[in-house]
């Protein structure tokens, strides 16, 4: 961006066009910024689902869901470092909202698993897809883009059936494709605000 | 008749910043000066004026060890802010 130094003789053209520039400008940055945590939380959704998976088919066990708690252990301290970096980044209230949003999905998520792991057995992974699939869905209308809408709903009504279809480790394979989503999620804000 | 446009939001590095600070909860002078493009002298001067005028604050502390200065906009410096838009509008369309 060009140096903008100090002038009076502006026409309303001129100054509208400032304006566009710099909201624009700003909110590409932002946005940019917050491509990195769709993408983290999307890795690492994929790993830890891959080695939770590998681990109840090779030792038959579902205690392997356990690993679970790896992720918000793992992700947080990571987003404080990604954060650090981009500390001059400003907060808008799109990327705060989105934030939000999936924050309130990692307690909803966390405090769902515990119940049904030590009180109320239910259907956990259809519970958690539906609620991934709306948090997704909630981010696309936000962003205003169409292709994370869709996958939103792709992903929370077909990983609802899914989830009733698929037993033990093979449901897992549903959060791995949300991973991927989360992945794609973020490298559609980068493309999109680049 | 097109109303007056506000002098204090009519300059291109003000109106920058304005613009920038409109659309964030509030924003630090190392990214205004990086967004505008801007010396981070006259930035300051413009900083000042819109302080002075009400509408930004301007918080200064420390990030770690850093000093760090937020500015962030206000009530009256949004209302200023849109009615300014506004009335850039209006020139416009009578020059149409």
């Given at each position: 961006?060009?140096?903008?130094?100090?002038?009076?003789?502006?026409?309303?053209?001129?100054?509208?066009?400032?304006?566009?520039?710099?909201?624009?400008?700003?909110?590409?940055?932002?946005?940019q910024s917050s491509a990195k945590h769709f993408m983290l939380w999307g890795s690492l959704?994929?790993?830890?689902?891959?080695?939770?998976?590998?681990?109840?088919?090779?030792?038959?066990?579902?205690?392997?869901?356990?690993?679970?708690?790896?992720?918000?252990?793992?992700?947080?301290?990571?987003?404080?470092?990604?954060?650090?970096?981009?500390?001059?980044i400003p907060q808008s209230k799109v990327n705060m909202n989105i934030g939000l949003i999936w924050l309130t999905y990692c307690i909803f998520a966390v405090c769902i698993s515990v119940i049904a792991m030590l009180w109320v057995p239910m259907n956990l992974t259809l519970v958690l897809v539906v609620i991934f699939g709306f948090a997704q869905c909630v981010s696309g209308f936000i962003l205003k883009n169409w292709t994370i809408i869709v996958s939103g709903f792709i992903l929370g009504i077909g990983g609802a059936v899914a989830a009733s279809l698929l037993f033990g480790a093979e449901q897992l394979l549903i959060f791995t494709i949300g991973g991927i989503m989360l992945v794609v999620t973020g490298l559609i804000i980068k493309s999109q605000y680049k | 008749m097109l109303p007056k446009l506000d002098p204090l939001l009519h300059s291109e590095l003000r109106l920058a910043v304005m613009s920038i600070l409109a659309g964030v909860e509030d924003a630090d002078f190392t990214y205004l000066k990086k967004q505008t493009g801007a010396t981070s002298g006259n930035l300051s001067v413009q900083i000042d004026k819109l302080s002075a005028a009400g509408y930004i604050t301007v918080d200064k502390g420390f990030k770690g060890k850093v000093p760090c200065t937020t500015c962030k906009i206000t009530p009256a410096g949004l209302d200023a802010f849109e009615k300014y838009v506004n009335a850039l509008k209006e020139y416009i369309s009578a020059n149409k």
């Amino acid at each position: 961006m060009e140096n903008i130094e100090q002038k009076n003789e502006m026409t309303a053209q001129q100054s509208l066009n400032i304006i566009s520039e710099m909201i624009n400008d700003s909110r590409r940055t932002i946005l940019q910024s917050s491509a990195k945590h769709f993408m983290l939380w999307g890795s690492l959704l994929i790993f830890v689902s891959l080695v939770v998976y590998w681990l109840w088919q090779s030792s038959g066990s579902p205690v392997w869901n356990v690993v679970w708690f790896v992720m918000p252990a793992l992700g947080f301290p990571i987003v404080r470092i990604l954060d650090r970096k981009d500390s001059d980044i400003p907060q808008s209230k799109v990327n705060m909202n989105i934030g939000l949003i999936w924050l309130t999905y990692c307690i909803f998520a966390v405090c769902i698993s515990v119940i049904a792991m030590l009180w109320v057995p239910m259907n956990l992974t259809l519970v958690l897809v539906v609620i991934f699939g709306f948090a997704q869905c909630v981010s696309g209308f936000i962003l205003k883009n169409w292709t994370i809408i869709v996958s939103g709903f792709i992903l929370g009504i077909g990983g609802a059936v899914a989830a009733s279809l698929l037993f033990g480790a093979e449901q897992l394979l549903i959060f791995t494709i949300g991973g991927i989503m989360l992945v794609v999620t973020g490298l559609i804000i980068k493309s999109q605000y680049k | 008749m097109l109303p007056k446009l506000d002098p204090l939001l009519h300059s291109e590095l003000r109106l920058a910043v304005m613009s920038i600070l409109a659309g964030v909860e509030d924003a630090d002078f190392t990214y205004l000066k990086k967004q505008t493009g801007a010396t981070s002298g006259n930035l300051s001067v413009q900083i000042d004026k819109l302080s002075a005028a009400g509408y930004i604050t301007v918080d200064k502390g420390f990030k770690g060890k850093v000093p760090c200065t937020t500015c962030k906009i206000t009530p009256a410096g949004l209302d200023a802010f849109e009615k300014y838009v506004n009335a850039l509008k209006e020139y416009i369309s009578a020059n149409k």
